[in-house]
């Protein structure tokens, strides 16, 4: 077994590119989810149309990327309101309803061969990301400690992938501290309440949605810009459960706990999947392991790691237990 | 003091009503609320169909009824809650017919529900500050710079100390209301509704489910409402109660308004006593009728008898 090639991929994982994509479509779940209660099961969507929305106005059409970002940001808030605008005055599962079925569209659209011309099919785009690389402040060579080292394109990604995700927890801290975040809380409580308290529910579970929306899609970006390449696969229903993993993990509320339990989550399906397969090459492990399917097992331990987390501590790794008391009244 | 203005605001309140008609729908002095032709149905029965009521503003009225009446049904409507189909009414002078539940509540109608709606992961004193109006901080943009909420805040906060204090909650300041008992939840809802800052407060049963021991207090502070200079319309099925502190009563049964007057002649209203107990239940009866009935009833026993032998 090599433990050193398992720690090093292990601690690659904790900062790495899933990391990042998974941490900021986290946040935004969190803002949705976790503070305003709303159940939106297409996070994968909304970072689909962004990382599209930028790929397409750069490979297909052409145009510069500043062009693409901003396209991309604005279908993000276009989806927001199309899927908001209907279901955001009836119950709350209509939302969870209509947004695991528009996250599907999404992807079944960017993949079909009608529109292969535009969002390329089942292979996607690549070729966009160029300029993004030709800012890359770092000179080539590998950036980091020891064998913990990146090379000068994945550094300049993770840089502006944390940079992102510090200013999306800034944003999350003072909102949520503020009178703005203290109306979403209360309206993930009891809406009825808050509207008779003279407050424009509606309006508020609208900004929530594009705002944990914009966020995610910001994840969307780097996903394409990191792989260079973007396919339609990428933003399938997983993604938004891996995303709602995470928030639950770290705790639902928390500043914090979408960054931490992103990074919790894709360090344990690193070291428990590196772990299996140096354990199968040594032959250490009975016949029925193989190189095959362990890739189906390491989620079998991932999941079941998860569900003892769940019985054991409810409110996730920040969650204060007092609050998960409260619901069982 | 205190005694004293408690008569005077009562008084007043009582003098508006004095030798005012028994009728649905009879005109007060200085109505509040005015609600004409109000009709809500649910497929093919008819919940609501009031034809004219009218609130007096500083007063305290009551909304009773049988099970079943309505009285929910058209708080929701007067509320924003639920759309009438028909009808109009007016606060203030303003129409509210369609208007939604948030700005009913910002033009100063303010209502709690029958079942408490504490906000249970936010702290007692976070529910209170969430009842203040025009917050700044509540946009978006304003909210990423505290410099621009921060005074307000503290001025709000001073003011849901005062009203803690007063309901006697300002040891629970920082409990999450989810914490709270049933009586203690009711008394929250009523501070947060008075941080709107309303002129009529509409109680959905403000009784149900208080421990009686709490139950005086919240008396008291419905009262209180009143000396305020505030109205109070509410529903409740107490009737201790509705004759402790309403100054008129209104008496709904299937949807419509049958009977209007003071809360210690009311329960004797004839179309009252039918709506609760049935309309034959002990419809007066001549001489004659009730040697009629014992007759009846004897031939009946009497038949069951032969029946058994």
């Not at chain 1, 969507?45 to 396209?71: C, D, E, Q, R, S």
């Not at chain 1, 199968?280 to 193989?290: E, R, Y």
Request: with cysteine.
């Amino acid at each position: 077994m090599d433990w050193n090639t398992i720690f090093v991929t292990t601690v690659k994982a904790s900062i790495g590119l899933e990391t990042v994509v998974y941490a900021l479509a986290a946040i935004g779940v969190n803002i949705q989810f976790g503070y305003a209660g709303l159940l939106n099961f297409g996070q994968a969507a909304f970072l689909g149309v962004a990382a599209y929305g930028m790929a397409v106005t750069v490979a297909t059409f052409h145009l510069p990327f500043w062009l693409g970002i901003l396209i991309g940001l604005a279908a993000t808030v276009v989806l927001a309101f199309l899927l908001g605008i209907p279901t955001l005055r009836l119950r709350a599962d209509y939302l969870a309803i209509v947004t695991i079925a528009a996250a599907e569209i999404v992807r079944l659209v960017f993949r079909s061969v009608k529109f292969s011309s535009v969002f390329g099919g089942s292979d996607g785009r690549q070729n966009f990301s160029g300029d993004f690389f030709a800012m890359n402040p770092y000179s080539p060579g590998t950036y980091g400690i020891g064998p913990i080292s990146f090379n000068e394109r994945v550094t300049w990604v993770l840089t502006v992938g944390w940079v992102l995700i510090a200013i999306a927890c800034g944003l999350v801290y003072l909102l949520m501290k503020s009178p703005w975040g203290r109306v979403l809380k209360a309206i993930r409580e009891d809406e009825d309440a808050v509207r008779s308290l003279g407050k424009n529910v509606f309006s508020y579970k609208m900004q929530a949605l594009v705002l944990g929306g914009v966020v995610g899609c910001l994840g969307g970006f780097l996903f394409a810009l990191g792989q260079a390449s973007v396919q339609p696969d990428l933003f399938s229903t997983e993604f938004t459960f891996y995303a709602y993993t995470i928030v639950i993990l770290g705790g639902a509320a928390r500043v914090f706990s979408p960054v931490v339990g992103a990074a919790l989550f894709w360090v344990l399906l690193v070291f428990v999947g590196n772990t299996l397969s140096e354990a199968v090459s040594a032959g250490m492990l009975p016949s029925l392991f193989t190189v095959n399917n362990i890739g189906a097992v390491r989620f079998m331990l991932v999941g079941l790691g998860l569900m003892l987390l769940l019985i054991f501590r409810p409110q996730g790794i920040f969650g204060d237990k007092r609050e998960i008391a409260l619901d069982a009244r | 003091m205190h005694a004293d203005s408690t008569t005077t605001k009562k008084a007043a309140a009582l003098a508006a009503f004095a030798g005012l008609d028994r009728e649905p729908g009879v005109a007060k002095p200085d109505p509040i609320l005015v609600v004409d032709k109000v009709v809500r149905r649910f497929g093919g029965l008819t919940a609501v169909d009031v034809d004219h009521v009218e609130v007096q503003r500083g007063s305290i009225t009551a909304l009773i009824g049988p099970n079943g009446a309505g009285k929910t049904t058209f708080f929701n409507q007067l509320t924003g809650f639920d759309s009438a189909d028909e009808g109009s009414w007016t606060f203030n002078g303003k129409q509210l017919k369609g208007v939604p539940a948030h700005r009913v509540a910002r033009s100063g109608m303010v209502r709690t529900f029958q079942l408490t709606k504490a906000l249970s992961k936010l702290t007692v004193m976070e529910n209170m500050r969430l009842g203040a109006q025009n917050q700044r901080g509540e946009n978006f943009f304003r909210a990423l710079i505290p410099g621009s909420w921060r005074r307000q805040e503290d001025e709000i906060t001073e003011r849901a100390e005062e009203l803690l204090e007063r309901f006697k909650l300002d040891a629970k300041r920082d409990d999450f209301a989810g914490s709270l008992s049933g009586g203690q939840r009711k008394l929250l809802e009523m501070a947060r509704a008075l941080m709107v800052g309303p002129e009529l407060v509409m109680l959905d049963e403000p009784m149900a489910g208080v421990n009686p021991a709490l139950t005086q207090s919240l008396l008291g502070h419905v009262k209180d409402l009143r000396e305020e200079g505030m109205t109070v319309l509410f529903v409740e099925h107490d009737m201790d109660m509705v004759r402790d502190i309403s100054d008129w009563v209104i008496v709904m049964a299937q949807g419509a308004v049958i009977a209007e007057g003071p809360p210690d002649t009311i329960m004797s209203d004839p179309r009252v006593i039918d709506a609760y107990l049935g309309a034959h239940h002990d419809a007066p009866m001549s001489a004659e009728e009730f040697e009629e009935q014992l007759q009846e009833a004897e031939a009946e026993l009497e038949s069951e008898i032969e029946e058994k032998a």
